[in-house]
């Protein structure tokens, strides 16, 4: 056995890295196994962080904990890899009637809602580049992380400290040895599973309720225009940086692979032309896959005949939010110091023989 471990974790995309640095902090010693691939979602997405979402008007689910505790972990990686990660920018979401901006600013007075929401925001400098809706509002506390900024330099981070491997997972090399795990190599208490919608040809996972959703994104190029904000406009524009921005996204959930389609890329074109007035340049086109199931709640907890898996995964459209809050509640909970949340364990699930 040349190498032992707390914990091997396989996939290195938003949930493998925050995993990794709460197991990290908590002292525990572990080993990330992750060839990596272009059509990961972590690679693809906005990270955007919304509050406010859904079309009746609601908190995003927990958010009241989700937040400060993501932006006190963002905050830290960036001291520990010295790279921005949470960049705060506002939303702001275009209202078409009378009705849609009635019920947004009534939702705003509520208590606990205006802390996130305004009725209140002045377009009057984006005249002649955005179309003219009905009437504006704005989203507060809101942003978005550079997912794919932070999961690139949290790589180069793992491999300079060797607890990465580059390579394509085995199932077929797990061996259960007495109350441990082996994986060629390395020996673990257990292996964590963090692979997205990978998952669901996972052998000991595979009966969990998958509903991965493909999505596809543009990156383009606004000449002499500079956002502030991100805009909802029928799409998201999320500025990137350097006349840059992030376009998207579609829903598919059929074709579940990371190639682009031309479907895809006209819807979001037509939308883009309809929000925005300036003239713009595509400059990429990607697709990726979601990992979603079937309640929209992260997916964490124990195997039920092999305690030495665990799965950790599920955290979908809103993983910037969502992922440091239970990466650190998974991590306490592996630890012996909390039972997990009812709402994410795994538990939940039936599991057939």
Not at 61 to 68: G, Y
Not at 85 to 110: A, L, P
Not at 300 to 314: D, S, T
């Amino acid at each position: 056995m040349n190498k032992q471990v707390d914990y091997i974790i396989v996939g290195q995309g938003i949930a493998g890295s925050l995993l990794s640095h709460f197991l990290l902090k908590a002292g525990k010693h572990i080993h990330i196994i992750d060839k990596g691939h272009e059509g990961a979602a972590s690679r693809v997405a906005a990270g955007i962080i919304n509050p406010v979402t859904g079309r009746r008007i609601v908190k995003s689910w927990k958010i009241d904990e989700l937040l400060p505790f993501a932006a006190e972990t963002y905050q830290e990686l960036e001291h520990l890899l010295g790279i921005p990660v949470f960049i705060k920018k506002n939303i702001i979401r275009s209202f078409e009637n009378n009705k849609q901006f009635t019920d947004w600013s009534v939702k705003s007075g509520r208590e606990g809602m205006s802390q996130y929401m305004s009725d209140e925001y002045d377009a009057s400098q984006w005249k002649g580049i955005l179309d003219e809706p009905y009437a504006w509002g704005e989203i507060l506390r809101s942003g978005r992380v550079d997912v794919a900024g932070f999961v690139e330099a949290y790589r180069q981070y793992a491999l300079e400290k060797d607890f990465l491997n580059e390579v394509i997972f085995d199932y077929k090399a797990i061996e259960f040895t007495g109350d441990k795990i082996t994986y060629k190599n390395i020996q673990a208490d257990k292996i964590i599973f963090c692979e997205g919608w990978k998952s669901a040809a996972n052998p000991y996972f595979d009966y969990l309720p998958h509903e991965a959703a493909k999505g596809e994104v543009l990156i383009i190029r606004i000449p002499e225009v500079k956002f502030d904000k991100l805009v909802k406009m029928g799409v998201f524009i999320v500025p990137i940086g350097e006349e840059r921005y992030w376009v998207g996204s579609t829903y598919s959930w059929d074709d579940l692979d990371t190639i682009p389609t031309e479907k895809a890329k006209g819807n979001l074109v037509k939308r883009l032309k309809k929000a925005l007035k300036s003239p713009f340049e595509i400059l990429e086109h990607h697709a990726a896959v979601r990992p979603v199931f079937k309640d929209r709640r992260p997916m964490l907890g124990v195997h039920p005949e092999f305690p030495q898996l665990a799965i950790f995964n599920g955290m979908g459209t809103k993983g910037a939010s969502l992922t440091p809050f239970w990466a650190n509640h998974f991590t306490e909970f592996l630890l012996g110091n909390l039972e997990l949340n009812k709402e994410v364990d795994i538990r939940r699930i039936s599991f057939v023989v």
